[in-house]
């Protein structure tokens, strides 16, 4: 099996920053795209950003400039660097990953993280 474990969530002020990172674990063989979700109360989950193995990023136009996506593939880890936090950015957030595993190494599987709450108020 995989788990998807995500830290770094909390509580900041308008402006601030934080670092959320996700590790995954487990019987891996590949890890292809890693990316982060969100969610706030009452909206759909929302793709914030992703990131191919070979770094490739993309990002959601509103977070677009203040958020940075990286990944360190021989810890199997995932970050998001979040900056410039607005309230609007309020929402749990989810990691999420295509991983394959040492018993079927051509068969990829999307797992999610169980996510981590970010507020941002004053």
């Known amino acids: 099996q995989v788990q998807l474990m995500e830290s770094g969530g909390g509580l900041v002020q308008p402006g601030g920053s934080l670092r959320l990172s996700c590790a995954a674990s487990g019987s891996i063989f590949r890890i292809n795209d890693m990316g982060w979700y969100r969610q706030a109360p009452g909206k759909q989950r929302e793709l914030v950003a992703i990131?191919?193995?070979?770094?490739?990023?993309n990002y959601a136009g509103s977070v677009k400039g203040r958020f940075t996506i990286s990944r360190d593939n021989a810890k199997n880890t995932v970050y998001l660097q979040m900056n410039s936090l607005k309230p609007e950015d309020t929402a749990v957030y989810y990691c999420?990953?295509?991983?394959?595993?040492?018993?079927?190494?051509?068969?990829?599987?999307?797992?999610w993280g169980q996510g981590t709450q970010v507020t941002v108020s004053s």
């Open positions: 999420n990953a295509d991983v394959a595993q040492r018993a079927t190494p051509g068969y990829f599987i999307n797992y």
């Open positions: 990131i191919t193995p070979g770094s490739i990023t």
